[in-house]
């Protein structure tokens, strides 16, 4: 059952492989399915080349069923992410007519002119459907292969966090869970210390995810516990991770 | 000759997968290198479990031959990469004389005492070298392979930052280039327009790469346009990345 839950996340782009870029998307996009009630297994940057885009998509697809791509969607010759996922899916590429409409709204708007370039972020794998962008120009891709859904969103944060919102529509009734977190920061204690109490605590409650993150603060150490934990519902599972992170607050009479 | 250059980079950390925090060692990392004449091939993340970090990190040193991975080196139970790197590389794990050394004397300087969690951070694979932390307790792991270099550093931002030189000092020499930048802002200009002269000139020096960046200020479109060159030195480098974005500013008018 849990399988279905299993999502991975792709980032595209040269930028982010020689460091010009910090990439937010993907802690964005993870945060946002981790909440839904999905689970990470595993995220992955690559360059803006077909090959590796295809081979990694297909590796994700193998060990996840939902994959959401960033980047690599946009007018420039480096945007190659539509081609490698047709390449990964064995789906012939094509004009898709709706996408096309989006662009040709966008630009029309904007006072531009269609070009080969503009044309291109219509171009998606055949039985694909486009993605709205409420921000930029180039649409989005959803593709459903059997219990697989790939969705391919650009690179840019601002079109990342617009379009999320329908990747989040696609698959809420799916999930049949959610998630819910609560942190509390333990000052003048090292996580050495603490380290036994933590592991104790794991073993107790086996479906809650607790981290320990250390620091230092005017010279005095503290440790911010935090515990995810899953319910039915995102209140509950509040409830069940604050219970949590409240029985290690009490144990250390913090 | 250039599968020297070829690297990686793994970050360990379920915080990381459910997007609780935005992994800024990744993009620091891969900057360092880069700058050094390092290819980053892959940037990949994985949870705190054994088999996942061990399997990643055999696939991306099947890839590269330099990895580098950041988190899971700490005192608490899901720190588990030295035992993972130990499982990827096939070599036993052991306490590291050395290694207890510079634990001991981190927990003396803060008067705290040595107990199993702490000791923990001196166990790694057998053949591997410490790496000094002058900031946080647990030392990083360097283990040479034939002419496959691993460096193993903790999670914690201001670590990773302080340990990269010891991995700077180790690989500086090996690199035969470095890397030079050089980036303009376009004003007024939107990417799809200028997307055929960003092509052509790729083609033009294809040893260059060329990215666009757009953006909007003021209800004005812009595009940053950066080159990334190599060359013997990075001074040169920077020459050869800043001609070709004059070069494109020129054609542009602009």
């Given at each position: 059952m849990t399988e279905l839950w299993r999502s991975s996340i792709l980032i595209i782009g040269n930028e982010v492989l020689i460091g010009r870029v910090v990439d937010t998307n993907s802690a964005k996009v993870a945060r946002t399915l981790t909440m839904l009630g999905y689970e990470i297994i595993e995220i992955r940057k690559v360059r803006d080349n077909i090959t590796e885009i295809a081979e990694n998509a297909k590796?994700?697809?193998?060990?996840?069923?939902?994959?959401?791509?960033?980047?690599?969607?946009?007018?420039?010759?480096?945007d190659v992410t539509a081609e490698a996922l047709s390449l990964a899916l064995v789906l012939p590429l094509g004009l898709n007519e709706r996408a096309k409409e989006m662009v040709e709204e966008k630009i029309k708007k904007m006072g531009l002119d269609m070009t080969k370039e503009r044309l291109k972020m219509a171009i998606m794998p055949l039985t694909a459907k486009p993605i709205p962008n409420p921000v930029g120009v180039a649409p989005g891709i959803y593709i459903k292969v059997g219990q697989k859904r790939v969705f391919a969103l650009p690179g840019v944060p601002a079109e990342v966090e617009a379009m999320l919102d329908y990747v989040v529509e696609e698959l809420e009734d799916l999930s049949l869970f959610r998630k819910g977190e609560a942190c509390e920061v333990l000052e003048g204690v090292r996580?050495?210390?603490?380290?036994?109490?933590?592991?104790?605590m794991a073993k107790t409650y086996p479906d809650i995810y607790i981290k320990t993150h250390p620091g230092m603060k005017d010279g005095t150490p503290y440790v911010k516990v935090c515990a995810l934990a899953t319910a039915d519902d995102e209140?509950?599972?509040?409830?069940?991770?604050?219970?949590?992170?409240?029985?290690?607050?009490?144990r250390l009479g913090a």
């Open positions: 590796d994700l697809l193998h060990i996840s069923n939902v994959l959401i791509t960033t980047g690599g969607l946009g007018p420039t010759y480096d996580e050495a210390d603490i380290a036994p109490l933590i592991e104790e209140e509950t599972a509040k409830r069940k991770a604050s219970k949590v992170v409240k029985a290690i607050k009490g």
